[in-house]
């Protein structure tokens, strides 16, 4: 299911009015503005008319930064804003006006150099992820204004250390040093920025005031999951992966290459799941994501019946304590869908809200408005997104928080093989009851995973208190806009990736789930107007950058799909071959990162981003392993020279796409690249021996070519 964006946690002075305008064309009962800052709420905004009988207006308090938005005509017709700069593809198949808000003293050109300060960037707050404990150093990240500063150096107990750009976008940019501490002295520090000839001290309550102060006895390092940087994931959307047992199917099941709509069923099951499990150990995948499997009306399954109870459709509960069992036996964990923010209205407690309405003993598990109940649009109690099929619960009513984590240990046990928990439409649930569950899971298992579904920035829920991690979808976001899309530069890539990888903790980094598809998106391949060159460039990314990836299930072969319920075909097992070049594409790519300690743990290092000749390369590290990425987004042929890192100088490196040898020569490295294709540079044995040579000139762009390397490298419902 689609999360709606999440309601920015920001203080008071990150905060200005804006009035949004609209002017009708004929008359309106009302009109609402709905967008990333409310949730996407449509009520939650009304606009006021004025007295020309046709201007609708509304101010509202938004923090700094890029906001999405649409207006809703009497409750019913979405429009993006008619006025507005631009609109924007969401990546989900819609459109949104786009608005920046701008802080007061940006109203000037930023320099280094003319003393002038924009101070409301200005920020560090003590605690994850602008201060965090990782490996046995500190990180600390200080954010300014893009070009505003000529130099920032953290002053860590008295030694001053300099600090590097790590990202930045339009509104800030972020500036990272780090330095070792045994956590048994207390560390004070705080920021020197130069700005010209003015040097200004940032310390605990901002300019001119005195250091933080690091206490050993009161810090607590944040801790994820070991286990997760080091895994490939594998989303399985149960009613479209594999039909094993036609006596579960329901009455009005689909041909299996039916068209999907929003409502018709497959017969997908466990059966069908346990027959691919070869499959799967053979791709090289080490934890299987499904979607949710819970007793439901639907077919995707997130409107829970019976939470207790695995849908017969799919199979019972036996059936998926002995699938997991057997997944554990073959070294792939489980991660399981959990909806904690609604239910389906034949979910028991809801059943009896309906029938004995105010004398329910159920009546706070939910938010009715007025009785009796009524399932029907627009109904009667709070629903997820209004839909009448989904009433809200509310989790912090006792008996319901207790009812909804007593699922934890009950999943444990159903199914071994349980290592994670994927949460739905998260940042709608109230904050406290993720506090209980984190509380509640690593009390039971440290290790258990808890990731949560956030389509913005997941820093509100991933201070250490709450989750692990969030689907990471701004990664995907970064590779739609400039591998699919061509619509971004190689700088503005890079620096969106570093961006989102230093706006979290690193071992939250580390742990991100990266995808470039899922069930709530049209596809990658789809997107990239079914050019396999660019989802092979996408999937290149997916598996070097920072995060974990994670495989929407047959992206792998190849599969294309539009926007939800398009996306949700049926696995078309038929291109499950030896003969299938991105399937094999995709087992390298495994293999490669399985085999990479840099690839699965290594910290980022841009190297270079050529706007001129749409090139990209960046490198991963951890101690003295290195990996080299290069990307050539260009259809022209490329030679790049890089600088790389001192782990890489004087060594042999093997591009694990095409099995050519490079040698870096004192700091330099140079490779050549056909159009739209990538390397992977690592230490070690190549990919294929029989295929490896030296790295010659840069070849020709000829369909030859380009064939040789396609072998050989080879929002919405929900």
């Not at 299911?1 to 609209?22: G, N, S």
């Not at 250490?464 to 689907?471: E, Y």
């Not at 050019?531 to 599969?559: C, K, N």
């Not at 790389?644 to 490295?669: E, M, N, Q």
């Amino acid at each position: 299911m689609i999360a709606l964006l999440p309601l920015m946690i920001v203080q008071a002075q990150d905060v200005m009015p804006y009035t949004f305008v609209y002017q009708a064309d004929g008359p309106l009962k009302r009109v609402n503005v709905a967008g990333s800052f409310n949730n996407w709420n449509r009520d939650a905004n009304p606009m006021k008319l004025g007295a020309d009988g046709r201007t609708w207006t509304t101010s509202i308090g938004l923090p700094f930064g890029k906001h999405q938005y649409k207006f809703v005509l009497d409750g019913e017709r979405w429009i993006t804003d008619p006025r507005a700069a631009r609109n924007e593809d969401d990546g989900g198949g819609n459109t949104n006006s786009v608005l920046v808000v701008m802080p007061p003293d940006y109203g000037q050109a930023a320099s280094p150099t003319d003393g002038v300060t924009a101070k409301s960037a200005l920020k560090h707050l003590a605690g994850v992820p602008n201060l965090n404990y990782d490996r046995g150093r500190l990180t600390f990240t200080f954010r300014a204004r893009p070009n505003d500063l000529q130099k920032v150096e953290l002053v860590a107990n008295g030694k001053p250390v300099s600090m590097t750009l790590a990202g930045q976008d339009d509104l800030y940019a972020l500036y990272t040093a780090s330095v070792g501490w045994n956590r048994r002295s207390p560390l004070r520090y705080s920021f020197r920025l130069t700005d010209g000839k003015e040097n200004r001290v940032f310390g605990q309550s901002g300019l001119g005031s005195g250091p933080f102060v690091i206490e050993p006895s009161a810090f607590k390092p944040f801790e994820v999951p070991g286990w997760v940087e080091r895994s490939v994931f594998y989303q399985i959307f149960p009613d479209r992966f594999a039909n094993g047992d036609k006596t579960n199917d329901p009455q009005d099941v689909q041909a299996w290459d039916a068209k999907p709509t929003w409502f018709n069923r497959y017969g997908g099951d466990i059966a069908g799941v346990r027959r691919r499990v070869p499959y799967l150990k053979q791709l090289g995948v080490s934890s299987v994501y499904f979607n949710p499997v819970f007793k439901s009306p639907s077919n995707h399954r997130y409107d829970a019946e019976d939470f207790r109870q695995i849908d017969p459709q799919f199979g019972s509960n036996a059936e998926f304590r002995s699938l997991t069992t057997e997944l554990k036996g073959q070294g792939i964990r489980t991660v399981m869908d959990f909806v904690f923010n609604h239910t389906a209205t034949t979910f028991g407690p809801f059943l009896d809200l309906r029938e004995k309405g105010a004398e329910s003993r159920y009546r706070d598990w939910y938010f009715p408005k007025s009785f009796p109940i009524q399932v029907k649009e627009n109904p009667n109690y709070e629903a997820w997104f209004g839909f009448p099929s989904m009433p809200k619960l509310n989790v912090m009513n006792p008996e319901t928080n207790r009812y909804l984590l007593d699922l934890v240990g009950y999943w444990r046990q159903q199914a071994p093989g349980l290592a994670g928990l994927r949460l739905d439409v998260a940042n709608e649930v109230d904050v406290r009851f993720w506090r209980d569950l984190r509380r509640t899971v690593k009390a039971q298992d440290p290790q258990m995973w808890i990731v949560g579904e956030v389509w913005g920035d997941g820093t509100p829920w991933l201070g250490g208190d709450q989750w692990d991690s969030v689907m990471n979808y701004q990664f995907r976001d970064a590779c739609l806009r400039f591998i699919a899309e061509g619509k971004t530069s190689p700088d503005e890539f890079m620096n969106r990736l570093m961006r989102v990888h230093t706006g979290y903790a690193p071992q939250v980094s580390r742990n991100m789930m990266n995808l470039l598809s899922s069930h709530d998106t049209p596809r990658f391949l789809t997107l990239a107007g079914n050019d396999e060159r660019l989802h092979r460039m996408g999937a290149v990314v997916q598996f070097t950058w920072v995060g974990a990836p994670s495989i929407y299930y047959g992206e792998e072969l190849g599969m294309q799909g539009g926007a939800d319920p398009d996306n949700r075909r049926g696995m078309e097992w038929d291109k499950a071959n030896d003969q299938n070049p991105m399937l094999q594409f995709y087992r390298r790519l495994i293999r490669m990162r399985n085999g990479s300690r840099a690839l699965q743990s290594g910290d980022p290092i841009p190297l270079k981003s050529d706007n001129s000749q749409k090139t990209v390369a960046y490198a991963r590290t951890l101690g003295n392993d290195v990996a080299i990425v290069v990307l050539n987004r260009s259809e022209q042929p490329r030679t790049i020279s890089l600088t790389v890192p001192a782990a890489a100088r004087g060594k042999g490196l093997v591009d694990h796409l095409s099995g050519r040898r490079h040698r870096v020569t004192g700091s330099t490295l140079s490779v050549s690249l056909g159009p739209l294709e990538s390397a992977v540079l690592l230490q070690g044995p190549q990919a294929s021996s029989s295929t490896a040579k030296e790295a010659g000139p840069a070849p020709k762009a000829s369909p030859s070519y380009r064939a040789s390397i396609a072998t050989h490298s080879v929002r919405s419902n929900p």
